[in-house]
Nanobody
Framework: QVQLAESGGGLVQAGGSLRLSCAAS????????MGWFRQAPGKEREFVAASSWRDGTTSYGDSVKGRFTISRDNAKNTVYLQMNILKPEDTAVYYC?????????????????WGRGTQVTVSS
C-alpha cells in the first residue's frame, strides 16, 4: 500500500517562503516520478512541479518557475518543495503524488497515488 504524507503548509506573508515535505512509504520510489499539484478554491487542480527520481529531471509549471524548487532525498523516500517569493495567488491546497513510471509526467491523470494535501495560505 503506497502512502504519501504532506507537511509544512501554513500561513505566510507575501514575499515569504515555505518548504513542503512529502514522505512516501510502501514502495521504493527510486524509479518513479514524484510531483506536486495545487488546487485553489473554485479552480481546477494545477501542476506545480515534478522530479524523476532516477535521473533527477525536473519540470515546473509556468506560474512557479524561478520561485519554486523541487528536490528529493532518496534515502528518506521524501520529496520537498521549496517555495520562495510567495504570492497571494499561490494560496491553495498542495498535493503530493507519485507516477509509477520513470518518465516525466506533468498531467494530473497520469499520477497513481495522492496524498491528502496541505494548506498554504499567502496573505497580502
Amino acid at each position: 500500500q503506497v502512502q504519501l504524507a504532506e507537511s509544512g503548509g501554513g500561513l505566510v506573508q507575501a514575499g515569504g517562503s515555505l518548504r513542503l515535505s512529502c514522505a512516501a512509504s510502501g514502495r521504493a520510489f527510486s524509479r518513479y516520478v514524484m510531483g506536486w499539484f495545487r488546487q485553489a478554491p473554485g479552480k481546477e487542480r494545477e501542476f506545480v512541479a515534478a522530479s524523476s527520481w532516477r535521473d533527477g529531471t525536473t519540470s515546473y509549471g509556468d506560474s512557479v518557475k524561478g520561485r519554486f524548487t523541487i528536490s528529493r532525498d532518496n534515502a528518506k523516500n521524501t520529496v520537498y518543495l521549496q517555495m520562495n517569493i510567495l504570492k497571494p495567488e499561490d494560496t491553495a491546497v498542495y498535493y503530493c503524488a507519485v507516477h509509477m513510471r520513470p518518465l516525466m509526467q506533468v498531467t494530473e491523470s497520469g499520477y497513481d497515488y495522492w496524498g491528502r494535501g496541505t494548506q498554504v495560505t499567502v496573505s497580502s
